[in-house]
């Protein structure tokens, strides 16, 4: 019984040995040397001192002698700022692409003919002419409709009488309106000055997205086997 325990305490002394030997080899080919710039000087080192942590360094093999990797110098708030900022921006660049390319799809596959394009602006046109005569016809209205009430105001002044209440807050919800229509009927001329040019980008895209269609399908169709005979 002795013997067995002296065999099995050998035999776990020598494990732990083994272990400890793997242990220490691995840790010695793991082992790195950083190098970084420290004011102009480059400076080499087995241990990465924190005041080093964000510098750029880079990271050398202490058994091969060569180098493992690089490490960039770590970001300052301000270029994490820039950064994030760059990164919603070509966000929503490649998200306006891919919805243009969705519109483009829809158009080609909604016109057949571009005389069914320019059809559908010039209804567009129509619409928006049409929003901006009753916008003009409701401005019209609505000045008249101040102006009486400022007439009315003015009479009672001439009377050296105050202004009703009422009327007054008429009159300043009337002019209110006023100011808001006159904003969307400017809205909607710059609406209509900017159809033209959409009309003409509309159809240059078009005429590009049907030839390479048209390219593609003449494309296909050369290299379509030939039928057996």
Known sequence: MAHRNRMILAATTLALGAGLASSVHAQSTQKKVYCWNENGRKICSDALPAAAADAARTEISAKSGLATGQVARALTESERADAAVSAVVARRQAEAEAMQSRRDLAMVESYTAEVDLRRAYGERTTLVDE???A?????????????????QAGDWELDNKPVPKRLA???MQLHNDLLR???ILAEQEHDRKTLGAELDDAVARYRELKT????DSATAATQAPLPAR
């Open 131 to 133: 929003s901006i005569k």
């Open 135 to 151: 916008s003009q016809l409701g401005l019209s209205n609505l000045r008249l409709s101040l102006i009486a009430l400022l007439r």
């Open 169 to 171: 807050e008429s009159i």
């Open 181 to 183: 229509q006159q904003q």
């Open 212 to 215: 390479s269609e048209a390219g």
